[in-house]
């Protein structure tokens, strides 16, 4: 009986050992390495007049975009991608189909971390257009100016990465080749984009780049995405200064309507001698998702772009 009663004690201990065991097991990380955060939108604007005595002209409008943003962070490794897609069009009564947006932005960037926050890293970029763009406000009748890779950017470097939190994003790369593409035998005259012939299709160029990336929360649900950009050419005329500005101002108004207001600045020696701006306004669908949780520390500064 004792002999019984001992191996049953012995299984209810071996139990309960095996019980607690399990459940003071430590808990898996379900912190995914990827996490995609992207924004499509679909804006729409539209006018009608009829015996109006101040004037008008009936028109309507839309513009449509994806912007995507896809990270990998897993121990040192930080790989950071971007997809930026987006055009539109107006269609004025007495004037036609003009272009209100064009813009194919495409960049990859890999680092791998040295210091807190700070990552030895090497990137490239792909920015050009979709359709071609001509002059007197895109008249299709006028003087074609742009197309599809007239001009395109290619942008390939290393350098440094700093990265504090996901609100903030700086890259600077004295290594970085640029070559500038106008495939559009139209468009292949000397000093267009800075063509040194006519028939050239491309112009090298190497020198130092630097990026930033910055989103700030105004306030609930209105945030704003600065990006800018400048590049110094070493080969010839480093003053000449390629500097670039873009801020997305976001207003959201529910899950699936927002306002968005878009400003864009520019200046490049070789496209035209003056500062270039383009501003744009639209109201209408834009749906947000997130997929994955970011190992950052500062995950909730995300806010911004969350559902």
Known sequence: MKKILWAAFLSFGVGAMAQEATTEAPVSDTVKAWSIQGQHTLMLNQAAFSNWVGGGANNVGWLAGVNYNLTYEKGKDLWENIII???????????????????????????????KNWYISGGVSLQTQFAGGYEDGNNPDAKKISNFMAPGYLNMGAGVTYRPNDNFTMTLRPANARWTFVLDKGLQTAGTYGLKNDGDSSLFQFGFLGTAIYKVKIMENMNLVNTASVFSNYLDHPERLVLGYSGILNMKINKFVSTNITLDLLYDHNQIRKTQLKQTLGVG???????GKKRSDNKDNQSWQKK
Do not use: H, P, W
């Open 85 to 115: 897609l987006g055009y539109g069009q107006n269609n004025t009564k007495g004037v036609g189909t003009r272009k209100t947006q064009d813009v194919i932005n495409l960049s990859t960037n890999y680092g791998r971390e040295f210091a």
């Open 285 to 291: 669908f834009a749906y947000n998702f997130e997929n």
